[in-house]
């Protein structure tokens, strides 16, 4: 079956825009993460949704960063008056069930989102 | 001090060499072990997944945990080029039902 499905996977925008990134996860996974990549690093976390319910948002670097989920499927994540350290890329994944399940994750190949 | 500790390499071997990468950690809490691979500008991909002590083996790749040193380690047996590839070492359990990560190590196969 389909895996998870990240757009757009390249981005290049000015310093300042907002910018708008999907992830469209395995059919049924009802828990869905964001993570964010830099060169040469782990991935770090951003959220996970429950659902359509974000129960840990803990990882979001500022106020700048907000995501939603709607019917339970499609995320989005969007970045506010963009700035060059938000330059990474970044990865969604989605498991089955709630993260307390222990269950691996699943991931897209990410948005390559880079700052000018 | 992370609280998952993974050498970054890059670690270079010949093909048909046995690959041995480690990741320490801190949590003796954690009880849930994953490998990823990722290869250049794709996302991890789940290679092993491991619950507690011991060894589990799928294929040429064996996943070994020794929750008393807090180690884990992945075997490659009979490398090829095409694992070339970062490998990414993850674990929960215990309060932390979040994966946490170490940095990768970048694993390079000459031929």
């Known amino acids: 079956g389909a895996g998870v499905s990240q757009s757009p996977s390249n981005k290049v925008t000015e310093k300042g825009k907002d910018v708008e990134l999907r992830c469209d996860p395995i059919s049924g996974h009802t828990a869905l993460y964001w993570y964010r990549q830099s060169l040469g690093q782990g991935l770090e976390f951003l959220i996970y949704?429950?659902?359509?319910?974000?129960?840990?948002k803990s990882g979001l670097p500022s106020d700048r960063f907000s995501a939603e989920r709607t019917g339970g499927s499609v995320s989005t994540l969007t970045i506010q008056r963009t700035q060059q350290e938000d330059s990474a890329v970044y990865l969604c994944a989605s498991s089955p069930n709630a993260p307390t399940s222990n269950q691996p994750q699943h991931f897209g190949d990410g948005t390559r989102l880079s700052i000018l | 001090q992370k609280e998952v500790e993974q050498d970054p390499g890059p670690l270079s071997v010949p093909e048909g060499a046995i690959v041995s990468l480690n990741c320490t950690y801190s949590?003796?809490?954690?009880?849930?072990f994953m490998w990823y691979r990722q290869y250049s500008r794709k996302g991890p991909e789940l290679l092993m997944y491991?619950?507690s002590s011991g060894n589990k083996e799928d294929g040429r790749f064996t996943a070994q945990v020794d929750k008393s040193s807090k180690y884990i380690s992945l075997f490659i047996r009979d490398s090829q080029p095409s694992d070339s590839a970062t490998y990414l070492c993850?674990?929960?359990?215990?309060?932390?039902?979040?994966?946490?990560w170490g940095a990768g190590t970048k694993l390079i196969i000459k031929p």
């Open positions: 993850a674990m929960s359990g215990g309060s932390n039902y979040q994966l946490i």
């Open positions: 949704f429950q659902g359509n319910s974000a129960p840990d």
């Open positions: 949590n003796s809490a954690f009880q849930y």
């Open positions: 491991t619950y």
